[in-house]
Structure formats: C-alpha cells, structure tokens
T-cell receptor, first 111, second 115 residues
Framework: DAKTTQPPSMDCAEGRAANLPCNHSTISGNEYVYWYRQIHSQGPQYIIHGLKNNETNEMASLIITEDRKSSTLILPHATLRDTAVYYCIVIGGGSQGNLIFGKGTKLSVKP | NAGVTQTPKFRILKIGQSMTLQCTQDMNHNYMYWYRQDPGMGLKLIYYSVGAGITDKGEVPNGYNVSRSTTEDFPLRLELAAPSQTSVYFC??????????????FGEGSWLTVV
C-alpha cells in the first residue's frame, strides 16, 4: 500500500470548514484513499473513502486530485467534537486489513 | 446496533498473570482484528481472523493468542503478562478485507496496565 504524508497538526475555528490535506504520490491505480479519525480515548472511526471521484457523505467530503497524488478531507462546519487525530490511509486490493495509520493530523477545533 | 463490543474497558495485571480480552460483534462480519496502540503511536495489528476457525498472525503476535469459534466472538488471550504489553487494545471487524467494502469498525478499546 502506498505511503501517505499529512501535516502533524492544524487548527480550525468552530463553524468554519476544516480542510485536511494528504499526499499519496505513489498511489497505484487500484488503491483507494480512506480517512479515519480517532477522538481522544476512543477507537478509530471511519469517515469516508474514494478511488478517483470526489465523494460526500453525512460526515465529510473527499476531494481527490485528477492525478490522484493527493486528496483533501473537508469537514464543512467543524465543531468542537471534531477535535481528533485524522488519518489518511491508502488501501489496495492485497490488503489483509492491516491498516497502517501513521501519525495523522491532529485537528484542534477552537471556539 | 451495538457494533463491536470489548470487555473489560480497564484492567491492571501483575507481571506473569494471564487474562482474556473479550470481543464480540453483531454485524455478521467475516473479518475480525486485534490491534494495540502504544501512547502517541499508530495501531499495530496483533492477530486477525477471516472467519470462524481461521486465525493468522499480524505484525506483533508474540505474547498473545486468539481463537475464533464463532463469527461473532474473537477473544484475545495474554499469557504471562509483561510490562511491554501495557497498551490500549482495539478489537475491530469488517465485512471484507478488499476495498471498497473493507470499512473497519472499531470497539471502544481496552486499557491494560501490567505492573
């Protein structure tokens, strides 16, 4: 599975959009981009995933660049409860479920 | 819908003791996993199972054993606890391992301290 690079931390004002970037320049054609988050002292939580098209669900939007080398997770109206570590993970067809989380981005939503 | 349920949530063990972390899921998922997460670090896979009666080692299996007698349950046993096993343990499950159907659902975690 391709490796990912994320900024270690970001701040966002409550009510504003939070845009979390992820670089995955070595992604291959059959690999998906997944986003999970981990709120302090809780288990990781699935947010969204995509292959090449932009995706939206009730939690967030995922924007994948045309060359698929990077993506952005967008939380449209961040709340204090969105404060968490956000993990961008690339998963391919050979996955056995071994998610390599890396260190992610610590998002702090401030009042 | 309870999802993935782990017990106990907190436990203190003495060096050399043994214990079992229980995990059950009610989503009829084929695949189940045990991860550990040390402070400030990412998750590491201990063991996983692709179905009842089938288990396999992950990245850090030493000191642990698992069994999968039913689809729902995947207990993790710690034998001869050591301080290095102080960690947070997460049980998880998924319907598939291959994307796009391999969304993994995690339990709330079990905090284990070995003293």
């Amino acid at each position: 599975d391709a490796k990912t690079t994320q900024p270690p931390s970001m701040d966002c004002a409550e009510g504003r959009a939070a845009n979390l970037p992820c670089n995955h320049s070595t992604i291959s054609g059959n690999e998906y981009v997944y986003w999970y988050r981990q709120i302090h002292s809780q288990g990781p939580q699935y947010i969204i995933h995509g292959l090449k098209n932009n995706e939206t669900n009730e939690m967030a939007s995922l924007i994948i660049t045309e060359d698929r080398k990077s993506s952005t997770l967008i939380l449209p109206h961040a709340t204090l409860r969105d404060t968490a570590v956000y993990y961008c993970i690339v998963i391919g067809g050979g996955s056995q479920g071994n998610l390599i989380f890396g260190k992610g981005t610590k998002l702090s939503v401030k009042p | 819908n309870a999802g993935v349920t782990q017990t106990p949530k907190f436990r203190i063990l003495k060096i050399g003791q043994s214990m079992t972390l229980q995990c059950t899921q009610d989503m009829n998922h084929n695949y189940m996993y045990w991860y550990r997460q040390d402070p400030g670090m990412g998750l590491k896979l201990i063991y996983y199972s692709v179905g009842a009666g089938i288990t396999d080692k992950g990245e850090v299996p030493n000191g642990y054993n698992v069994s999968r007698s039913t689809t729902e349950d995947f207990p993790l046993r710690l034998e001869l606890a050591a301080p290095s096993q102080t960690s947070v343990y997460f049980c998880a499950s998924s319907y598939f391992t291959q994307p796009p159907g391999n969304t993994i659902y995690f339990g709330e975690g079990s905090w284990l301290t070995v003293v």
